[in-house]
């Protein structure tokens, strides 16, 4: 069998890395990488060694599993790959579900690395969990970056300084990252979630938990946040803005899943918030948690700094790239048996991430 790896443009996070070339070979008798696939985590092609350097077109074309980020495939592409090749991608089809009814016509067979369940058995395949563990710590050092004081405290002959206070909102992979990450600086942190089974969490990383009684708590929920009834949220509101006012630095992660990201910082709040302080909006993608943001950009407003960024880890392509590759060996070893591709219906890892099956 022959695997296939092709480059993303719009990342520097590559889906392979020089260091799993022995182990994928281990499993395939070709292991094919599309030139400069590692250019922007640091590695080059010469890197790559027992690799079959190649062109994208061939890679699609000879492979019988192809492996990428984000699905940038075109129509004429796919009709050039072989009749039972695989694709391995982030395809999110929740969020656009033409991509997986596209698919579905071309015949294709496709695993969105998205739909992996997040259980104790796919863990180590869970592509999300690892960036948003990354996205995490990233947002802490974007606010930090940005935030005209110190973090920590600090006693000098000049005088005292008081230690900023972070707030995080979602105590998931991204939130437990982000609050370890601000408790390592010195700062004061406190965390608020949905979810009371988190709670020992947060304070074992020397947080204060921030409770709202009467949450929904859907444990199904694979580490999304769950929508909430209309009481809930009014009073979410109230304690999320009183907390708010006095934070240096807000962080929001909540996202929920194929629907677009709950509002938890109003424009209200925000205008109540003091001049430097930073927020750091983990889901601008879907929507933004703050009712200010916007994907890919920073907005000043009344002196509030509000980072709307939800691929940070492609500012740490290196390990990024490690901990993405990692993902993806440990998935194409639950998949290939004895030297071949078993697509087996009733494996739920196979079953809930099989998005697309050739007729």
Not at 208 to 220: I, N, Q, S
Request: glycine share 8%.
């Amino acid at each position: 069998m022959v695997i296939g790896f092709l480059k993303e443009g719009n990342t520097n996070i590559s889906p392979v890395v020089p260091g799993n070339i022995a182990k994928l070979k281990a499993i395939f008798s070709e292991v094919w990488i599309e030139s400069d696939i590692a250019k922007g985590a640091f590695y080059s092609d010469e890197d790559f060694q027992d690799t079959v350097l190649s062109d994208r077109a061939s890679i699609i074309s000879k492979a019988d599993v192809i492996v990428q980020i984000s699905p940038d495939i075109t129509d004429e592409e796919y009709a050039q790959a072989k009749g039972e090749s695989i694709f391995v991608c982030q395809y999110a089809p929740f969020t656009d579900e033409r991509i997986a009814k596209g698919l579905e016509a071309k015949g294709v067979n496709a695993f969105s690395l998205d739909m992996i369940p997040r259980t104790s058995l796919a863990q180590s395949m869970d592509v999300l969990s690892s960036m948003a563990s990354i996205a995490g710590y990233q947002a802490v050092l974007s606010a930090l970056a940005r935030l005209p004081r110190y973090a920590p405290m600090m006693i000098t002959a000049a005088g005292s300084i008081k230690p900023s206070k972070v707030l995080v909102l979602g105590a998931g992979v991204a939130g437990l990252q982000a609050i370890a990450t601000a408790r390592r600086n010195g700062a004061i942190v406190e965390a608020f979630d949905t979810r009371s089974a988190v709670k020992e969490e947060v304070q074992s990383l020397g947080a204060k938990f921030v409770e709202v009684e009467g949450a929904t708590d859907d444990k199904g929920a694979g580490g999304y946040a769950v929508e909430q009834s209309d009481d809930y949220k009014k009073r979410q509101a109230e304690l999320i803005q009183e907390k708010a006012r006095g934070a240096d630095i807000v962080i929001t992660t909540a996202q929920l899943r194929g629907r677009p990201a709950p509002t938890l910082v109003s424009e209200d709040t925000v205008n109540n918030m003091k001049p430097g302080a930073v927020i750091v909006d983990l889901a601008a993608s879907t929507g933004g948690n703050c009712a200010l943001s916007q994907n890919e950009k920073i907005v000043n407003h009344n002196g509030v700094t509000i980072i709307g960024d939800s691929n940070l880890p492609n500012l740490m392509p290196q390990d990024a790239s490690t901990l993405y590759s990692n993902n993806i060996l440990n998935f194409l070893k639950h998949i290939a048996k004895d030297g071949k591709i078993n697509l087996n219906s009733e494996d739920e890892i196979l079953s809930k991430s099989l998005i697309s099956k050739k007729a």
